[in-house]
């Protein structure tokens, strides 16, 4: 599905003499700086009628427009895939992915994943870059997500993630038992030898920030609040590995279930049978890109989860006596 943008806007005397691609940006700030230069090279922004170079001067007065038909960015099809929608207007959509839905096709998934729902659910996010997805969620991590609808929300939504002012909070479990919380800063990269994997890496990593803060201390796990600064591939699960408190379930950083002594047959099922890392993304928070309003949304623990905290609160409960 095609759509045609119409824009013009009078360049003010605050910007005059500028250069037309930064004068675009600023006058059509909805939109991406490669995406003008684009437009500007393509002659589907002008000024005056005229078509000019990305380095061309411009002056007061002079009046720039847009005329562009917004081809569909992305080829994937929409599948009718059920969604669970915790909020919707003409800008966004927040959404509560389910644990093993995949988040875009990709080697492996080439459909049925959290995209070609979308795209059925809004046939228009086809125009916008990775099908209006702005972050994403591990497979089988479950949770709070947000997309967007238009461009100038998917614009506004990454530069608020590039700024770090998305407020990301997540439920995880780990193993061991930990006696309080922290942050953790240290940078993550690929495995140099497990391409599959990411790892703290001092060399060549980007940097990473997790903060954790402890909700439930259990005899041999622990319920954590993690907040993240930065958005890396598998950070969480990175980072509470490193500090030796991996989630329960995770097949990749986790290694074997590891099953305390003493422990009943009720908790050894549970934990070996868990099929997924231990992790929920439970709050939102951001500024909407049409409002300017500051919204929280929650999102409630997946069944899973749910379940296996009630079996620790019941058979791994912490006791202090037994450890001091």
């Known amino acids: 599905m095609t ?19 930064q004068v675009a940006a600023q006058l059509f700030c909805d939109y991406s700086r490669s995406r003008l230069q684009t437009w500007i090279k393509k002659g589907e922004l002008q000024v005056d009628g005229e078509q ?37 207007d003409e800008s966004i ?20 994943t959290l995209v070609n729902a979308l ?21 089988e991590t479950s949770g709070i997500m947000v997309a967007a609808k238009t461009l100038p929300a998917h614009h506004h939504l990454v530069n608020q993630l590039q700024e770090r002012t998305v407020k990301r909070e997540y439920c995880a479990v780990c193993i061991g038992t930990m006696t309080g919380g922290g942050t953790v800063d240290e940078p993550i990269g690929r495995h140099p030898k497990q ?10 990593g980007k940097p990473a920030i997790t903060h954790y803060r402890l909700v439930t201390r259990f005899a041999n796990h622990t319920r954590i609040v993690v907040n993240l600064e930065t ?14 408190y991996p989630l329960i379930g995770d097949p990749v950083y986790g290694g074997r ?28 928070g951001l500024i909407h890109p049409a409002s300017g309003e500051q919204m929280r949304f929650n999102c409630p623990l997946a069944e899973d989860m749910v379940a296996l905290l009630d079996v620790l609160e019941r058979e791994d409960p912490f006791l202090p006596d037994e450890h001091y």
């Open 3 to 21: 759509e045609k943008l119409k824009l013009s806007a009078v360049v003010p005397a605050s910007l005059d003499g500028d250069r037309l691609d």
């Open 52 to 88: 000019r170079r990305t380095r061309d001067k411009v002056d007061e007065g002079m009046q720039l427009s847009i005329e562009v038909i917004l081809e569909p960015e992305v080829s994937w099809e929409a599948q009718e895939i059920s969604l669970d929608i915790i909020y919707e």
């Open 93 to 112: 959509i927040v959404l509560n992915k389910p644990a093993g839905l995949v988040v875009h096709p990709g080697a492996g998934n080439p459909d049925g």
């Open 119 to 139: 795209l059925n659910h809004c046939p228009d996010m086809v125009n916008l870059p990775r099908g209006g997805i702005v972050h994403r969620l591990d497979k």
């Open 195 to 204: 391409r599959k994997r990411m790892a703290v890496r001092a060399l060549g």
């Open 231 to 244: 958005g890396r591939t598998h950070q969480i699960r990175v980072h509470m590995a490193h500090r030796k």
């Open 257 to 284: 279930p590891r099953i305390p002594k003493g422990a009943s047959e009720e908790l050894i099922t549970t934990l070996r049978s868990f099929p997924r890392q231990a992790l929920h993304a439970q709050a939102l």
